[in-house]
């Protein structure tokens, strides 16, 4: 089942690549290069544990759900989890015609 | 031998000299000494013999440097040296006979310091070391423990997630202690599924996750639908006279489903963006399996629940306060309960022949309110003629059985749609292949309340009003939708819309709007408050020879869904122009609620009643 969905998220457009990381900041899943795979996954654990750590401080019983960077060239969606971390980077469908 | 030896000047004596005894005297007198001292004395006026004479003797004089300690001298020499009297010397003054009489020479060489004498003009000093035995250092290493990195945070979070933890451990070792009480082998059994799960921490559990990530990947391809869901509003409305427009937003369609019609279509009450597609053929010819899917308005790709049954699914609804609980009713006659809160595939309960299931398609199912002993039930109507209510019954044991209640006698012409008052609970409507629609209420299970000719072919749908309480709307594939005040024997409009109509649905925020669904792919909204004659839209919103056979409104959102034969469902929002509420006139506070509503329809149905002089029926 989950299978599938990683594989329906890759398969989706503007989808660039899915990372898995796990608690350690160690990815165990990737559709990217090792180099690049390696830099995003400690990168974002780092913002990530500090995200949550901004959100829970504020209210403890609140959580982090997930967390979005939109960049001019993609957007970095993450979604943490209680041991894993999940990335996404896609390329949005920007077809708007500048106004 | 031994001769006597006479040296040669050894005096020659005769025996009578040897024999001569010579007597000495010792006596203590000094040879040396004078014998005769005379000393003049001054009495006598004459020299006078001393009777005594000194007979004492020196024989060596020695001057020698030792001083008494205690002596003067001593302790002016001490003085001169500026060595202090000891303590101990005091004591050995003061108390003469202390006792304790210790070397005091040896103490005092001690406590004082010793000023070595040296001489002067001669000397040399002369040391000598031994030797030092050379240094050796001995060490020894272990090997360090291992080393690891520990960094933590303390935080506010972090203190509140120990204390959850802490109590979802007592809680646990509660739980354990009822249940060791009773069960201990089942015990044993869950416990060691408890071990397994936590020693698998693979990547399975990332699916709750996987499922958020998918969201949000999809909202961000179909970004512009999203925005356009939420916040377009069809400005060229005003523009429009009354008219309004239906804005396509997402199409959901699921591969299995391609070859299927779409059979149901139903809202969850609770979440609003959840919505149930059942799946089937229409075709008497063409019959194989169904599909019931879930979608939820937030992932329109892929859907949330996929079900696959063994025959096509007619018919479906949700149950409006256990919003996991789904009723079906199939094609080959039977009814399933599907449970969405369990993982399998299958349905918690189906019936079968033995427990009485139909035995012609089910055309619809509907929930009611639990019973009074608690248990669930619902109404199916089928083309055999039955309508049927069903009980969910808890049995000894823990399984559920349906029982079966049979409402009418079949004497009901092949029903093909039902639907239950809003809020009169026993009183609903069969709408029957013939045409006619049947009121029937649940204590009169042999007898119809009130019978209407309505169609002149099979009634596709009966809906009641929401709001009005004696309104209610029928279609038909006769091409006319009708609408009924049930105390009036026919109907109060009529519309023709050119080509069958698959279904009817009243809007939740108006009681005198709705749509209708036809086989010539076209959605038509009416709203009787502005325009009783005509539909104020009729768009067309798939492509043609694609019949649209199931429309349902959003309880919240203005969107609705409609259902086509090839198995999409594709969702639409409606314009400004077709959700209109009355206008507030100035000064005047609008009453909200269903009694606006309501009022709202009473009036037109005034309107239609007073030219009428013709005696009802």
Request: glycine share 6%; proline share 4%.
């Amino acid at each position: 089942m989950l299978e599938e969905t990683l594989k329906r998220i890759q398969a989706h457009k503007g989808v660039i690549g899915t990372i898995v990381v796990n608690a350690e900041g160690i990815p165990i899943r990737t559709t990217l290069d090792s180099s690049t795979t390696v830099q995003y996954a400690g990168l974002l654990h780092q913002l990530t544990m500090k995200a949550r750590s901004t959100v829970r401080d504020i209210d403890p019983q609140n959580d982090l759900t997930f967390l979005r960077i939109r960049s001019k060239k993609h957007e970095i969606m993450v979604a943490p989890d209680k041991e894993y971390l999940l990335i996404v980077i896609q390329n949005p469908s920007e077809y708007l015609l500048p106004q | 031998g031994k001769t006597m030896v006479k040296p040669p000047d050894q005096l020659d004596l005769s025996e009578a000299e040897l024999k001569e005894e010579f007597t000495r005297i010792l006596t203590a007198n000094n040879p040396h000494a004078p014998q005769n001292i005379v000393r003049y004395s001054f009495k006598e006026r004459s020299y006078k013999q001393i009777s005594s004479v000194d007979q004492l003797a020196i024989h060596f004089v020695l001057e020698g440097n030792l001083l008494h300690k205690d002596s003067d001298e001593a302790r002016r020499q001490r003085a001169r040296d500026g060595i202090p009297e000891d303590g101990a010397e005091d004591a050995g003054d003061t108390e003469e006979g202390a006792g304790e009489e210790r070397p005091d020479s040896l103490e005092i060489s001690l406590g004082k310091k010793e000023r070595k004498l040296t001489n002067q003009f001669n000397f040399s000093e002369r040391a000598s070391q031994t030797m030092n035995n050379p240094m050796r250092e001995r060490e020894c290493q272990t090997e360090p423990p291992p080393r690891g990195k520990f960094s933590a945070t303390a935080n506010q979070w972090e203190i509140y997630d120990a204390y959850v933890e802490e109590r979802r451990k007592q809680e646990k070792v509660k739980e354990k202690q009822k249940v060791l009480s009773s069960k201990k082998e089942e015990d044993k059994g869950k416990k060691k599924l408890q071990l397994v799960e936590n020693q698998s921490d693979d990547i399975t559990k990332v699916a709750k996750v996987a499922k958020i990530i998918e969201r949000m990947v999809t909202q961000n391809t179909f970004d512009d639908i999203a925005q356009d869901f939420k916040y377009f509003e069809d400005a060229s409305d005003e523009f429009r006279d009354q008219e309004g427009t239906l804005l396509p937003l997402w199409k959901f369609q699921h591969d299995k489903a391609k070859r299927l019609s779409v059979t149901a279509l139903c809202w969850n009450q609770k979440y609003k963006d959840l919505f149930a597609v059942g799946l089937g053929s229409y075709e008497f010819t063409r019959q194989g399996q169904g599909m019931l899917l879930f979608y939820s308005l937030k992932n329109a790709t892929f859907p949330e629940y996929i079900f696959s049954t063994m025959s096509g699914v007619m018919c479906l609804d949700i149950h409006k306060q256990l919003s996991y609980l789904v009723a079906v009713g199939f094609y080959d006659g039977c009814v399933a309960i599907y449970n969405l809160k369990e993982q399998g595939p299958q349905p918690v309960y189906r019936s079968t022949a033995r427990s009485g299931k139909h035995t012609d398609p089910v055309w619809q199912v509907k929930w009611q309110k639990d019973d009074t002993d608690n248990n669930h039930n619902f109404f199916s109507v089928s083309s055999d003629g039955r309508v049927v209510s069903w009980t969910l019954v808890k049995v000894l044991g823990g399984t559920l059985r349906l029982s079966l209640d049979l409402y009418l006698k079949p004497f009901l012409s092949c029903g093909t749609s039902l639907d239950f008052h809003k809020q009169i609970d026993y009183l609903f409507l069969v709408g029957t292949e013939e045409g006619k629609i049947h009121k029937c209420s649940k204590s009169y299970s042999s007898q119809f309340l009130e019978t209407y000719v309505a169609h002149n072919m099979a009634v596709d749908a009966v809906k009641w009003n929401h709001f009005h309480p004696k309104v209610f709307m029928s279609c038909s594939s006769d091409w006319t939708v009708k609408i009924w005040d049930h105390t009036i024997k026919s109907p109060v409009f009529t519309f023709d819309l050119n080509a069958a109509v698959g279904d009817v649905a009243w809007s939740p925020y108006s009681a005198t709007v709705f749509a209708a669904v036809t086989t010539d792919g076209k959605v038509h909204v009416f709203d009787l408050h502005i325009n009783k004659y005509e539909a104020i839209c009729q768009q067309a919103v798939v492509a043609k020879k694609t019949k649209l056979t199931h429309i349902e409104f959003n309880p919240a959102y203005p969107i609705i869904i409609v259902g086509d034969d090839r198995g999409y469902v594709t969702s639409l929002k409606l314009s400004p122009n077709l959700r209109k509420k009355p206008k507030e006139k100035k000064g005047q506070e609008l009453p909200k609620g269903p009694e606006v509503e309501v009022a709202k329809m009473e009036k037109l149905l005034s309107l239609l009643r007073e030219p009428e002089t013709v005696p009802q029926d």
